[in-house]
């Protein structure tokens, strides 16, 4: 069992580049969220998706889409980046309450 | 506005001594409240306490919470050098199956030897 994996560990963007973070989840969880962490805050929701086809806007979600492809897979898509979306990004799956996380994707936008 | 509050923020000890961390907050839909650990990378889960006054314990650390006043306290006896990390709770809200976290700054735990 891997858990929650996430790619790429690392990315550097420039200003109005656009990528897609990857996650997935092998633990059969139908909820699945995506986080960002900034210096000194915990983390704040993004998205999440409490079931395959549905997504929700969470805490923070302007500049960013979701897509929720099937059961496993949560994708986090930035479609102009800013340098304000320089952050540690956790993507993490839940079936009830705990919410297990992924190792997290390190983004700077320069 | 829903509202998290960790206290202190950060904390130096020494090896053996006992820590107390403080979490307020005020939430609504309120259902269960968590606490994780988290060293260099991800999160890792702790506690869930959705009963007020039941001690919760693991080992050296032990969790209660007070529904009426809205706190939360985690514990850590004996610290040992490996308890160093960010300790963050989160209230956990919402209704139906899919409940949402919010996430207080969470309280950076230094242990020295």
């Known amino acids: 069992n891997a858990g929650v994996t996430q790619t790429p560990k690392f990315q550097v963007l420039k200003t109005g580049q656009s990528m897609t973070l990857q996650c997935a989840q092998d633990?059969?969880?139908?909820?699945m969220y995506w986080y960002r962490q900034d210096p000194g805050m915990g983390l704040r929701l993004i998205y999440y998706?409490?079931?395959?086809?549905?997504?929700d806007k969470g805490e923070v979600p302007n500049g960013y889409n979701v897509s929720r492809l099937n059961k496993r897979e949560f994708s986090l898509r930035l479609e102009s980046a800013a340098p304000s979306q320089t952050s540690v990004y956790f993507c993490?799956?839940?079936?009830?309450?705990?919410?297990?996380f992924g190792p997290g994707t390190r983004l700077t936008v320069t | 506005e829903d509202k998290v509050v960790q206290s202190p923020l950060s904390l130096v000890v020494h090896e053996g001594d006992t820590v107390t961390l403080n979490c307020s907050y005020e939430?609504?839909?309120?259902?269960?409240l968590l606490w994780y650990k988290q060293e260099k990378k991800a999160p890792t889960f702790l506690f869930m306490l959705?009963?007020?006054?039941i001690e919760k314990k693991s080992g050296r650390l032990s969790s209660i919470l007070d529904k009426k006043e809205l706190f939360s306290i985690l514990n850590i006896t004996a610290t040992q050098t490996g308890d160093s990390a960010v300790y963050l709770c989160?209230?956990?809200?919402?209704?139906?199956?899919?409940?949402?976290?919010?996430f207080g700054q969470g309280t950076t735990l230094q242990v020295k030897p």
């Open positions: 633990m059969n969880h139908n909820s």
């Open positions: 939430v609504t839909n309120f259902r269960s």
């Open positions: 993490a799956s839940s079936e009830e309450v705990s919410q297990y």
């Open positions: 998706s409490a079931s395959e086809g549905t997504t």
């Open positions: 959705t009963s007020s006054g």
């Open positions: 989160a209230p956990l809200h919402g209704s139906g199956n899919t409940g949402k976290l919010i």
